[in-house]
């Protein structure tokens, strides 16, 4: 199923544990995009399912895209009324890349052990070494655990300190 939640988790807890330092936001934000291309290709019924996007060049770009993304929507806003949702507007950019880097190179990782039609490393080499290293089910247990504790992360370092954690 592309654009799988399971991604999110990862992100929820590496938020929790630097939310000055990567955006939430953009994480989600890279996750999707990649997986854009999945749903594209099982639309039209074309193989590699998992294609460019799901390499460690396919992702860079994708990190980028979501850089441009965020830097035009801010000029956009600067001219024209845009919604603050999830306070996207406070994020830096330095937050975004981080949040883009690390959804992106992650999502690779996470599908290259569950899919076999992933080359993370394409064109430089045509295997894919992390596949099948942990069970399935070993894998979504630990992106949901992990989603779980970066929620409860969240949510006590906000009744905690009374901190607004953007993006």
Request: proline letters at 5%.
């Amino acid at each position: 199923m592309p654009i799988t939640p399971f991604h999110f988790g990862p992100g929820a807890a590496m938020h929790a544990m630097a939310p000055r330092h990567i955006s939430f936001l953009s994480f989600c934000a890279a996750n999707v995009i990649i997986d854009l291309e999945s749903l594209y290709n099982l639309v039209y019924h074309r193989h590699p399912v998992h294609a460019f996007f799901h390499t460690s060049i396919g992702a860079s770009l994708v990190i980028a895209a979501v850089l441009i993304l965020f830097v035009g929507a801010r000029w956009f806003a600067a001219r024209v009324w845009l919604p603050n949702l999830f306070g996207w507007r406070e994020l830096s950019v330095r937050q975004v890349v981080a949040g883009a880097a690390l959804g992106a190179y992650s999502h690779v990782v996470l599908d290259s052990v569950m899919h076999g039609d992933i080359e993370p490393l394409a064109p430089f080499a045509t295997t894919n070494e992390l596949l099948g290293v942990v069970s399935l089910g070993t894998l979504h247990l630990a992106c949901a655990g992990l989603g779980l504790l970066g929620l409860v992360g969240i949510g006590a370092r906000r009744l905690l300190s009374g901190e607004s954690s953007a993006g």
